[in-house]
């Protein structure tokens, strides 16, 4: 007779999104089974298509603000699910993913004893007034704001995951991720990266808020991934920033994507948008300490892989 362990079992809420397609394919990397629940509000079906026929994949198609049963034990819950993109112009789903997608995601980490890790954002900085962003720092968020509706739905969903640790006992970790870039991306989600390879590759303008000054902190998704699933394991369970210190200004970015794409579209500014942070730049002190981690993968090296998947696209 067999001795061996099961492999352990993940749940992914928001599966069909960016990160977490990308972290479900590192989860059965690693041997895990992996059940992926989304609605398809911003997530793509095309993210998961090539997990069609996997034996470790389950799918299902469900609003993780209505209550989850899974029949089966589960090791990690892995909360991903939420509108995110400046352009998904999705108030009350945010908010309700933020309290009811997290209360429920909680919930079945506490009915299976299993791992809870909550993706967070460096939004719950909001327009920061320290630079760089330590864990510790408190944010700047206009609560009514046009951004304070992501803001705050994420900082409730990191004071509750806080709350069923210190009241249930339940084993939660917070991955507060700063902008992330790569393959899968929505080509016209709002964000710099895609907005301007799309922009470019098309011929159109780039655009730039402000006068382009504004620091960014850019991580490649493989690097970023790798420090989710570092602190998936590492039983941590205050706030831990995750991503690239290497700050560079939004024209620096313009630039270098119409350099790698041959371009030839010129830069324009607009207005900068109301609440719309000036500084994203990660102490990830503590996140090299805790984990061993930091990204490795340059900017130029990821833009080309990006560059790479949205070409077909265009």
């Not at 690693?30 to 989304?38: A, K, L, Q, T």
């Not at 967070?120 to 760089?132: A, F, I, K, M």
């Not at 382009?212 to 369970?237: F, K, M, P």
Request: some cysteine.
């Amino acid at each position: 007779m067999s001795t061996e362990p099961s492999p352990p079992t993940s749940l992914v809420t928001g599966a069909a999104g960016f990160l977490a397609s990308h972290l479900t394919d590192r989860l059965l990397a690693e041997g895990h089974r992996v059940i992926g629940i989304d609605n398809f509000v911003t997530g793509s079906p095309g993210n998961i298509e090539h997990l069609a026929g996997c034996e470790r994949y389950r799918f299902l198609k469900q609003d993780v603000t209505q209550y989850l049963s899974i029949d089966e034990p589960v090791h990690f819950v892995f909360h991903f699910a939420s509108p995110g993109s400046p352009l998904d112009t999705l108030p009350i789903p945010a908010l309700k993913v933020g309290a009811l997608g997290t209360h429920n995601a909680l919930g079945l980490a506490k009915a299976k004893r299993a791992r809870f890790l909550l993706a967070s954002t460096c939004e719950c900085y909001g327009d920061p007034l320290v630079q760089p962003q330590t864990e510790d720092y408190w944010g700047n968020v206009n609560p009514i704001g046009p951004r304070g509706v992501y803001d705050e739905a994420k900082r409730f969903a990191e004071a509750m995951t806080m709350a069923y640790h210190r009241f249930h006992n339940v084993d939660t970790g917070i991955a507060r991720i700063f902008p992330t870039y790569g393959p899968r991306m929505r080509l016209r989600d709002g964000r710099v990266v895609p907005a301007f390879i799309g922009q470019a590759l098309s011929g159109q303008p780039l655009i730039l808020f402000g006068d382009g000054s504004q620091t960014c902190s850019l991580c490649y998704v493989g690097d970023l991934i790798e420090g989710i699933y570092r602190l998936a394991l590492s039983g941590y369970h205050d706030p831990v920033n995750l991503g690239d210190p290497r700050g560079r200004t939004l024209r620096q970015c313009a630039d270098e994507i119409l350099r790698v794409t041959g371009s030839h579209s010129r830069i324009e500014t607009r207005p900068m948008p109301v609440d719309f942070p000036k500084v994203r730049q990660p102490d990830i002190t503590r996140a090299r300490k805790v984990l061993g981690w930091e990204p490795k993968v340059s900017f130029e090296k990821g833009i080309a892989t990006t560059l790479d998947y949205f070409r077909p696209r265009i």
